[in-house]
């Protein structure tokens, strides 16, 4: 079975630090990969998906991810962090084919800016 | 149209009553998605329907009662609640599967008393 992991349930970073969270995944054949991120009483938003196009995936609000089949990850990066980026953060797979769609999420990791 | 969008925000009830939460989407997705997050939880799959019937049930208890009526509504029907069922139910829709990826709705925040 598919399983997703997240290293770090919490990550605090400086205001312009970089921002590193790590997402390891499980599975035989290469799935899909998203990387979603969910502000306080709100729903979740997606910031990047990996769908066995290029490896290295640019999303919204600044951020990238780095496919590494080879590792198993797709960590997700920022180069400066901004008060804003404060949310918590899943990264998620999906089986490869042929399926509606079970979206399997990691426990997530929470980002800490502080000023 | 790039939305999902969930009705109401906010409910208590009792848990002797019986109400409804309600999903919409007009993006022309053919799956969509009951999920239920606890606090400081990632989400759980609870159902799936793709085309209109029900594909994947996460052996959910009987009391939540998905319903389909037509590709763009999802209703989730709520029946003798506990209080442990509280929490924040959220709806996606997808394009039949992940290469597109999930819409999520900004979910039901459900309190049972």
């Known amino acids: 079975a598919q399983s997703v992991t997240q290293l770090g349930s919490h990550v605090s970073v400086s205001e312009g630090a970089l921002v590193l969270l790590r997402c390891n995944y499980s599975?035989?054949?290469?799935?899909?990969l998203f990387w979603y991120v969910q502000y306080p009483n709100q729903g979740l938003q997606l910031l990047l998906k990996?769908?066995?196009?290029?490896?290295l995936v640019k999303g919204i609000n600044g951020f990238e991810a780095e496919f590494k089949k080879s590792e198993t990850s797709f960590h997700l990066t920022k180069p400066s962090a901004h008060m804003s980026d404060a949310a918590e953060y899943f990264c998620?797979?999906?089986?490869?084919?042929?399926?509606?769609?079970?979206?399997?999420f990691g426990q997530g990791t929470t980002l800490q800016v502080k000023p | 149209d790039t939305e999902v969008t969930q009705t109401p925000k906010h409910l208590v009830m009792g848990m002797t009553n019986k109400k409804s939460l309600k999903c919409e989407q007009h993006?022309?997705?053919?799956?969509m998605y009951w999920y239920k997050q606890k606090a400081k939880k990632p989400p759980e799959l609870m159902f799936v329907?793709?085309?209109?019937?029900?594909?994947i049930n996460e052996s959910v208890p009987s009391r939540f009662s998905p319903e389909c009526p037509n590709s763009s509504l999802l209703n989730l029907h709520l029946h003798a609640l506990q209080p442990e069922d509280s929490a924040l139910y959220l709806c996606?829709?997808?394009?039949?599967?992940?290469?597109?990826?999930?819409?999520f709705g900004s979910g039901t925040r459900l309190t049972v008393v």
């Open positions: 996606a829709s997808s394009q039949g599967g992940g290469t597109v990826g999930y819409t």
């Open positions: 599975s035989s054949v290469p799935p899909y």
């Open positions: 993006m022309g997705h053919r799956a």
């Open positions: 990996y769908t066995s196009a290029a490896t």
């Open positions: 998620a797979v999906s089986p490869h084919s042929g399926n509606t769609g079970k979206l399997i």
């Open positions: 329907y793709s085309y209109e019937k029900l594909s």
